[in-house]
């Protein structure tokens, strides 16, 4: 059985809804949460787009590596992580460690509709590519680190907020 004092990762590509659950499942389950979006926001003092756009996604791989470090120090939490962040295997390892690793899923087209009109991510705002096309090429590279480093993976596309959380719970036995 999976155990109640593992930190609680969740992880998957944007627009999948990791900071959505994550708040509401510490709000079903008391215990506290991290995204680690706002976190590298706070330490850096601006948005996620002006640091891609003024420092470089380069930068912004430092500074997220930074607070996986930081975050992964933290016991019973819940975190939910940025989409990119797998792409570093050392970030992949600390997460691995006494942490469960719960991946959320969806398909092109509700990742398509759910970031579409935010303007908020640099990797799918500032590209000449057709946004779906963008959206595969990016899933093709990451699929692998998803699937390796999940204990679990829920589909969403067609649950709400709330049957997602009480699936994370059922299934963890929180
Ligand atoms: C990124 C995902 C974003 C954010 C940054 C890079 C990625 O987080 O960390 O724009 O590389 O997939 P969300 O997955 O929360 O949108």
Same mark, same amino acid.
């Given at each position: ?89 050392? *970030? ?5 460690? *006494? ?19 935010? #303007? ?52 963890? #036995?929180?």
């Amino acid at each position: 059985m999976m155990s109640a004092k593992k930190r609680i990762a969740l992880i998957g590509f944007m627009g999948t809804g990791k900071t959505t659950v994550g708040k509401a499942l510490s709000d079903a389950t008391g215990r506290d949460f991290i995204d680690t979006d706002s976190l590298i926001e706070k330490r850096a003092g601006k948005s996620i787009p002006r640091i891609f756009s003024e420092d470089g996604e380069k930068s912004f791989r430092e500074l997220e590596s930074k607070v996986v470090r930081e975050v992964c120090g933290l016991e019973s939490v819940i975190i939910s992580f940025g989409g990119g962040v797998l792409l570093d295997p050392s *970030n992949a390892s600390e997460i691995a460690e *006494n942490t469960t690793v719960v991946l959320l899923r969806s398909s092109v087209d509700t990742v398509i509709s759910r970031t579409s009109s935010h #303007n908020t991510r640099p990797l799918l705002d500032a590209t000449t590519q057709p946004l779906e096309e963008r959206v595969k090429a990016l899933l093709v590279d990451r699929e692998m680190l998803y699937t390796d480093a999940m204990d679990l993976a829920v589909d969403t596309d067609s649950m709400s907020v709330g049957e997602v959380v009480a699936e994370i719970i059922r299934r963890l #036995n929180l």
